[in-house]
C-alpha cells in the first residue's frame, strides 16, 4: 500500500514542506474567514494561485478553470465520473495506478490498459493504442500519467506530441496525471501536457490533475485540483 500510494513522508525521512506548514498556520491565525465554508470549488486565492501556477506564456488559464479536490484522487474521481457512464471506456496505462481502474468500475465503465514500452524508457506504447482503437468503440478518454508513479519514467516533449497527435485522430480529451509535476532529475525535464498543447494550437482538451501530496510531501492535507485547457 506505502508502494501504491506513494507516500514521501513515510518512515520520517522528508520532512513537510516548511513554507507550507507556516502558510497554514498563519492563515489560521490571521484570517477570521480560515475556518468557514469556502465555495465548494475552493476559495479564490487558492484558484488564483492554481491558475497562475498551470498557466504558460502560450496559454493561460482563469481561476474559473480550476476546481480544488479532495486530493488529487479525489481530483480523478472529479473528472472521470464527468466523462464515463455505464458501458462506457477509458484508456489507461500499464502499469499504473490502480485508482483509475477502482473508479472507472465504480460507475459501471470499463477499462481498457493500453502497454507501456520498457525498451522505450517505458513510453506509451503507440501502436497498442492504435489496436485498442481498431476494436474499441465508446472510448471517452485517455490517461496520461507523467511523470510515471509507476515507472518512474519522464516523457519528452516529441512523445507527447505523439500522444497529443493520437487524440486529435480520435477524437479524445486527456485526463492529465501530473502530480508529480516538476519530480525530476538529471536531465530528465518536465513538459506539461496542457503547454505541449498549447503549443500545437490547443487541439486536444486537457483535464490536468494535480496536488500538493507529491511536490510539497504533504499527502495528509488532502489538497489536490483539476484544471481545464481547452477552447
Request: proline share 7%; glycine share 8%; aromatic share 6%.
Amino acid at each position: 500500500m506505502i508502494l501504491q500510494n506513494g507516500d514521501p513522508t513515510v518512515g520520517g525521512n522528508l520532512p513537510p514542506c516548511i513554507a507550507a506548514r507556516q502558510a497554514i498556520v498563519e492563515a489560521t491565525l490571521t484570517n477570521e474567514h480560515a475556518a468557514g465554508y469556502a465555495n465548494a470549488c475552493g476559495t479564490p486565492a487558492a484558484r488564483i494561485s492554481i491558475a497562475r501556477h498551470h498557466s504558460y506564456p502560450e496559454h493561460e488559464i482563469r481561476p474559473e478553470n480550476v476546481i480544488v479536490a479532495n486530493g488529487c484522487s479525489g481530483a480523478l474521481e472529479l473528472a472521470l465520473t464527468s466523462l464515463l457512464d455505464p458501458g462506457s471506456t477509458i484508456l489507461v496505462p500499464q502499469p499504473g495506478f490502480p485508482l483509475y481502474q477502482v473508479i472507472a468500475e465504480s460507475h459501471g465503465a470499463f477499462v481498457e490498459q493500453y502497454h507501456l514500452n520498457p525498451d522505450r524508457n517505458w513510453e506509451c506504447d503507440l501502436d497498442h493504442l492504435e489496436e485498442i482503437m481498431g476494436r474499441k468503440h465508446n472510448v471517452r478518454a485517455i490517461v496520461i500519467n507523467n511523470p510515471s508513479s509507476s515507472t518512474g519514467s519522464v516523457f519528452s516533449e516529441r512523445h507527447i506530441i505523439e500522444l497529443l497527435e493520437f487524440a486529435l485522430r480520435h477524437r479524445l480529451p486527456v485526463v492529465a496525471d501530473e502530480v508529480y509535476g516538476d519530480l525530476t532529475f538529471g536531465a530528465n525535464k518536465f513538459h506539461p501536457m496542457a503547454q505541449v498543447a498549447a503549443k500545437s494550437g490547443r487541439q486536444v482538451p486537457i483535464i490536468t490533475t494535480s496536488g500538493i501530496s507529491k511536490q510539497f510531501l504533504l499527502p495528509g492535507w488532502r489538497v489536490g485540483w483539476l484544471t481545464f485547457h481547452d477552447k
